[in-house]
């Protein structure tokens, strides 16, 4: 018998098992990236063989390096705006709400697929001006049910891809329309990443395909209206990455003379 939480998941909600996974042994490290804790409380509360992800902490980087530069500029915006709302689509299992901690005047929704929510209420404590959204985020009504009288952060951290871009330039307008200010903070891969996805094991392994390449912020500008580049970053130039293992820093020598490895993974910042 166990008082863990059962895990049945299919499809990119797998990844979150993967992800929160590698921010749990990072954690680990004497040297963390991120220094999620929570990440680490997190996969003792759920049954699950996580010898079976078959996955090492050294890869932990290409997970920990995106979310720690997307806790440092949600920091910023809520420093900048005490009173927000912070819609974090896609949130997986992640631990982000625990981490930054934000104050009572901020209103926080976590969004993902009602399977992922639900395991989500199991391992997660209820905490005030937080609410639990079960849906898809493609799903065009949900973003109404959310009040629009604050500056508003919506954080899409590893979801781009998975959307078509008619999908992902929609989600992103829908967000600019309704909210009277705010920023969106996306992470995306580019062409070369979308055209090798075969070569990525995770992929392999959920049966997940992706869709969505962006090479450059000019690509959303032309497909979002109302936005304004804030920063734009590869994996490589983020600085969270200078806090990776030798072995990683090093990998960025070799990816100064391949443009479009260096520039696979990109996380960008808009205002509106």
């Known amino acids: 018998m166990t008082d863990k939480a059962t895990v049945d998941l299919s499809g990119p909600a797998q990844t979150m098992l993967t992800t929160l996974y590698l921010k749990a042994r990072d954690a680990g490290l004497a040297r963390p990236v991120l220094g999620d804790t929570f990440a680490q409380q997190a996969i003792e509360r759920l049954d699950y063989d996580w010898q079976q992800l078959g996955i090492s902490a050294r890869w932990a980087p290409l997970v920990t390096v995106r979310t720690a530069q ?9 420093a900048a705006h005490p009173r927000a709302t912070v819609i974090h689509v896609g949130c ?18 976590d969004v993902d697929y009602p399977e992922v929510i639900a395991l989500r209420e199991t391992i997660y404590p ?16 949900w973003l109404d049910q959310i009040p629009a009288d604050r500056p508003t952060l919506l954080i899409a951290e590893g979801i781009s891809m998975y959307l078509t871009a008619e999908q992902g330039a929609e989600l992103l307008q829908h967000v600019v329309d309704r ?4 920023e969106l903070q996306i992470d995306f891969y580019n062409g070369f990443a979308i055209r090798t996805q075969r070569a990525h094991m995770l992929n392999r392994r959920t049966g997940s395909k992706l869709y969505w390449a962006v090479d450059r912020p000019e690509d959303v500008l032309a497909r979002v209206s109302g936005i304004r580049p804030v920063a734009a970053v590869s994996f490589f130039g983020a ?19 391949a443009p479009p490895v260096r520039n696979a993974l990109q ?3 808009y205002s509106f």
């Open 70 to 78: 997307y806790d440092a500029w949600a920091r910023e915006f809520l």
């Open 92 to 109: 997986g299992l992640d631990c982000r709400v625990q981490r930054l901690d934000p104050g009572p005047e901020i209103a926080w929704y």
């Open 126 to 141: 209820a905490r005030p001006g937080y609410t639990l959204v079960p849906t898809s985020a493609t799903d065009p009504t």
């Open 179 to 182: 909210f009277p200010s705010g």
């Open 239 to 257: 600085e969270p990455y200078d806090r990776t293992s030798a072995g990683f820093r090093a990998a960025r020598s070799l990816a100064r003379v």
């Open 267 to 269: 996380y960008h910042r």
